[in-house]
Protein backbone atom coordinates (compact mmCIF):
# COMPACT_ATOMS: atom_id res chain seq x y z
CA UNK A 1 0.00 0.00 0.00
CA UNK A 2 1.96 3.20 -1.34
CA UNK A 3 1.04 6.34 0.44
CA UNK A 4 0.11 8.41 -2.44
CA UNK A 5 -2.24 6.96 -4.74
CA UNK A 6 -2.17 6.83 -8.67
CA UNK A 7 -4.45 4.99 -11.15
CA UNK A 8 -2.27 1.69 -11.96
CA UNK A 9 -3.16 2.44 -15.59
CA UNK A 10 -3.56 4.34 -18.64
CA UNK A 11 -3.50 4.60 -21.77
CA UNK A 12 -4.22 6.68 -25.14
CA UNK A 13 -3.10 6.53 -28.86
CA UNK A 14 -0.32 8.48 -30.76
CA UNK A 15 -1.07 12.12 -30.28
CA UNK A 16 -3.81 12.21 -27.74
CA UNK A 17 -3.37 14.39 -24.43
CA UNK A 18 -3.04 11.93 -21.23
CA UNK A 19 -3.05 12.71 -17.79
CA UNK A 20 -1.82 10.68 -14.49
CA UNK A 21 -3.12 12.48 -10.49
CA UNK A 22 -1.46 11.27 -7.53
CA UNK A 23 -3.29 11.81 -4.06
CA UNK A 24 -1.56 12.58 -1.08
CA UNK A 25 -1.89 14.13 2.08
CA UNK A 26 -1.19 17.17 4.29
CA UNK A 27 2.18 15.64 5.21
CA UNK A 28 3.16 15.06 1.61
CA UNK A 29 1.70 16.99 -0.78
CA UNK A 30 -0.07 19.41 0.98
CA UNK A 31 3.11 20.85 2.37
CA UNK A 32 5.86 19.97 0.15
CA UNK A 33 6.70 19.83 -3.58
CA UNK A 34 6.10 17.16 -6.19
CA UNK A 35 8.63 14.76 -8.26
CA UNK A 36 7.90 12.78 -11.13
CA UNK A 37 9.56 10.16 -12.64
CA UNK A 38 9.38 7.93 -15.94
CA UNK A 39 10.73 4.10 -16.25
CA UNK A 40 11.24 2.62 -18.93
CA UNK A 41 10.75 -1.53 -19.08
CA UNK A 42 13.84 -3.01 -17.51
CA UNK A 43 15.86 0.19 -17.05
CA UNK A 44 16.05 3.08 -14.31
CA UNK A 45 13.80 5.77 -13.11
CA UNK A 46 14.58 9.03 -14.59
CA UNK A 47 13.07 12.19 -13.08
CA UNK A 48 10.96 14.06 -15.72
CA UNK A 49 9.38 16.88 -13.21
CA UNK A 50 10.50 18.32 -10.03
CA UNK A 51 9.41 21.46 -7.25
CA UNK A 52 5.82 20.32 -8.59
CA UNK A 53 6.21 21.92 -12.08
CA UNK A 54 9.74 22.14 -13.45
CA UNK A 55 11.82 20.21 -16.03
CA UNK A 56 15.00 18.85 -15.88
CA UNK A 57 16.87 19.77 -19.44
CA UNK A 58 16.40 17.69 -22.10
CA UNK A 59 12.88 16.58 -20.74
CA UNK A 60 10.61 17.92 -23.61
CA UNK A 61 8.05 19.64 -23.61
CA UNK A 62 5.34 17.14 -23.84
CA UNK A 63 5.48 16.27 -19.99
CA UNK A 64 3.69 18.95 -17.83
CA UNK A 65 2.49 19.08 -14.16
CA UNK A 66 0.56 20.80 -11.87
CA UNK A 67 -0.10 20.45 -7.89
CA UNK A 68 -3.26 22.08 -6.52
CA UNK A 69 -3.91 21.10 -2.80
CA UNK A 70 -3.13 17.22 -1.88
CA UNK A 71 -3.36 16.33 -5.36
CA UNK A 72 -0.95 16.34 -7.79
CA UNK A 73 -0.90 16.00 -12.16
CA UNK A 74 1.24 14.54 -14.85
CA UNK A 75 0.03 15.23 -17.87
CA UNK A 76 1.74 13.83 -21.49
CA UNK A 77 0.69 15.49 -24.27
CA UNK A 78 1.01 14.66 -28.23
CA UNK A 79 1.50 10.89 -26.88
CA UNK A 80 4.63 8.46 -28.94
CA UNK A 81 4.82 5.44 -28.19
CA UNK A 82 8.31 5.79 -26.74
CA UNK A 83 6.47 7.07 -23.49
CA UNK A 84 5.31 3.45 -23.38
CA UNK A 85 6.70 3.27 -19.11
CA UNK A 86 5.72 2.92 -16.23
CA UNK A 87 5.05 7.11 -14.04
CA UNK A 88 5.58 7.48 -9.88
CA UNK A 89 5.16 10.42 -8.40
CA UNK A 90 6.90 11.59 -4.98
CA UNK A 91 6.78 14.04 -1.86
CA UNK A 92 8.58 13.91 0.54
CA UNK A 93 6.87 13.84 3.95
CA UNK A 94 7.44 15.49 7.26
CA UNK A 95 5.92 12.77 9.42
CA UNK A 96 8.17 10.03 7.70
CA UNK A 97 11.48 12.43 7.59
CA UNK A 98 12.07 10.63 3.64
CA UNK A 99 9.99 10.96 0.59
CA UNK A 100 6.55 8.56 0.00
CA UNK A 101 5.95 7.52 -3.95
CA UNK A 102 2.90 6.69 -5.76
CA UNK A 103 2.53 2.92 -6.45
CA UNK A 104 3.48 4.16 -9.89
CA UNK A 105 0.84 4.39 -13.21
CA UNK A 106 1.50 1.92 -16.53
CA UNK A 107 1.24 4.35 -19.51
CA UNK A 108 0.04 2.04 -22.31
CA UNK A 109 0.25 4.07 -26.17
CA UNK A 110 -2.47 1.64 -28.04
CA UNK B 1 30.08 11.46 -17.83
CA UNK B 2 27.68 11.84 -14.73
CA UNK B 3 27.10 8.16 -13.68
CA UNK B 4 26.42 6.13 -9.87
CA UNK B 5 26.89 2.14 -10.43
CA UNK B 6 25.93 -0.01 -7.58
CA UNK B 7 27.21 -3.62 -6.84
CA UNK B 8 27.19 -5.76 -4.26
CA UNK B 9 23.54 -7.34 -4.49
CA UNK B 10 23.39 -11.35 -4.65
CA UNK B 11 21.28 -14.43 -3.02
CA UNK B 12 21.50 -14.29 0.77
CA UNK B 13 19.99 -16.78 3.29
CA UNK B 14 17.26 -14.87 5.75
CA UNK B 15 19.18 -13.33 8.56
CA UNK B 16 21.89 -12.72 7.01
CA UNK B 17 24.42 -9.60 5.92
CA UNK B 18 25.05 -7.71 2.61
CA UNK B 19 26.91 -4.47 1.61
CA UNK B 20 25.88 -2.55 -1.38
CA UNK B 21 27.85 -0.14 -2.85
CA UNK B 22 27.26 2.39 -5.41
CA UNK B 23 30.17 4.44 -6.87
CA UNK B 24 30.23 8.15 -7.97
CA UNK B 25 32.20 9.78 -11.12
CA UNK B 26 31.26 12.73 -13.34
CA UNK B 27 30.44 15.11 -10.50
CA UNK B 28 31.91 16.01 -7.07
CA UNK B 29 30.46 13.43 -4.83
CA UNK B 30 30.92 15.11 -1.27
CA UNK B 31 28.76 18.03 -2.16
CA UNK B 32 25.51 15.73 -2.82
CA UNK B 33 22.66 14.29 -0.58
CA UNK B 34 22.28 10.45 -2.10
CA UNK B 35 19.78 8.21 -0.72
CA UNK B 36 18.43 4.15 -1.52
CA UNK B 37 15.88 3.32 -3.00
CA UNK B 38 14.11 -0.21 -3.60
CA UNK B 39 11.86 -2.30 -5.99
CA UNK B 40 10.11 -5.26 -5.56
CA UNK B 41 9.99 -7.36 -8.35
CA UNK B 42 7.28 -6.44 -10.22
CA UNK B 43 6.08 -3.67 -7.53
CA UNK B 44 7.11 0.21 -7.56
CA UNK B 45 9.58 2.60 -5.73
CA UNK B 46 10.05 2.69 -2.65
CA UNK B 47 12.27 4.66 -0.62
CA UNK B 48 14.84 3.38 1.79
CA UNK B 49 17.11 5.77 3.11
CA UNK B 50 18.94 9.15 2.77
CA UNK B 51 22.40 10.72 4.00
CA UNK B 52 23.17 14.45 3.59
CA UNK B 53 26.26 15.35 2.56
CA UNK B 54 28.78 14.39 5.49
CA UNK B 55 26.49 11.31 7.01
CA UNK B 56 26.08 14.14 10.15
CA UNK B 57 21.80 13.20 9.35
CA UNK B 58 20.39 10.21 8.11
CA UNK B 59 17.41 8.80 7.93
CA UNK B 60 15.41 5.64 7.49
CA UNK B 61 12.28 3.81 6.55
CA UNK B 62 10.17 2.60 9.10
CA UNK B 63 10.83 -0.75 7.23
CA UNK B 64 14.58 -1.01 7.57
CA UNK B 65 15.35 1.07 10.87
CA UNK B 66 17.52 -0.57 13.21
CA UNK B 67 19.17 -3.10 10.42
CA UNK B 68 20.60 -1.16 7.74
CA UNK B 69 22.86 1.42 7.71
CA UNK B 70 23.64 4.32 4.96
CA UNK B 71 27.46 5.85 5.27
CA UNK B 72 29.19 7.59 2.33
CA UNK B 73 33.16 7.83 2.15
CA UNK B 74 33.84 10.86 -0.10
CA UNK B 75 37.29 10.31 -0.18
CA UNK B 76 36.25 7.22 -2.66
CA UNK B 77 33.21 8.58 -3.95
CA UNK B 78 31.33 5.67 -2.90
CA UNK B 79 27.80 5.41 -0.92
CA UNK B 80 27.06 2.50 0.82
CA UNK B 81 24.19 0.59 2.43
CA UNK B 82 25.01 -2.53 5.05
CA UNK B 83 22.22 -4.33 5.58
CA UNK B 84 21.75 -6.80 8.41
CA UNK B 85 19.06 -9.71 9.95
CA UNK B 86 17.87 -10.03 6.30
CA UNK B 87 14.10 -10.92 5.44
CA UNK B 88 12.52 -12.48 2.29
CA UNK B 89 10.61 -9.05 1.84
CA UNK B 90 13.55 -6.95 1.63
CA UNK B 91 14.57 -9.14 -1.78
CA UNK B 92 14.07 -5.86 -4.23
CA UNK B 93 16.38 -4.47 -6.85
CA UNK B 94 18.37 -1.50 -4.96
CA UNK B 95 18.89 1.89 -6.96
CA UNK B 96 21.43 4.76 -5.51
CA UNK B 97 20.27 8.35 -6.39
CA UNK B 98 21.74 11.75 -6.17
CA UNK B 99 19.23 14.50 -4.99
CA UNK B 100 18.86 17.48 -7.39
CA UNK B 101 20.78 20.32 -5.84
CA UNK B 102 18.53 22.87 -5.82
CA UNK B 103 15.52 20.80 -4.33
CA UNK B 104 17.35 19.99 -0.92
CA UNK B 105 15.19 21.86 1.26
CA UNK B 106 12.21 21.54 -1.37
CA UNK B 107 11.39 18.16 -1.99
CA UNK B 108 14.25 16.25 -2.86
CA UNK B 109 13.98 15.50 -6.49
CA UNK B 110 16.49 12.07 -7.74
CA UNK B 111 17.91 13.37 -10.80
CA UNK B 112 20.46 10.63 -11.59
CA UNK B 113 19.66 6.86 -10.77
CA UNK B 114 22.02 3.86 -11.00
CA UNK B 115 21.58 1.14 -12.91
CA UNK B 116 20.50 -1.21 -9.81
CA UNK B 117 21.70 -4.22 -7.89
CA UNK B 118 19.69 -7.24 -7.47
CA UNK B 119 19.08 -8.82 -3.84
CA UNK B 120 17.59 -11.70 -3.46
CA UNK B 121 17.02 -13.09 0.46
CA UNK B 122 15.83 -16.78 0.47
CA UNK B 123 16.95 -20.32 1.55
Known amino acids: QSVLTQPPSASGTPGQSVTISCSGSSSNIGTNNVNWCQQLPGTAPKLLIYNSNQRPSGVPDRFSASKSGTSASLTISGLQSEDEADYYCAAWDGSLNGPVFGGGTKLTVL | EVQLVESGGGLVQPGGSLRLSCAAS????????MHWVRQAPGKGLVWVSR????????SYADSVKGRFTISRDNAKNTLYLQMNSLRAEDTAVYYC????????????????WGQGTMVTVSS
Open chain 2, 97 to 112: ARVLAITVFSGQAFDI
Open chain 2, 51 to 58: TNTDDSST
Open chain 2, 26 to 33: GFTFGSYW
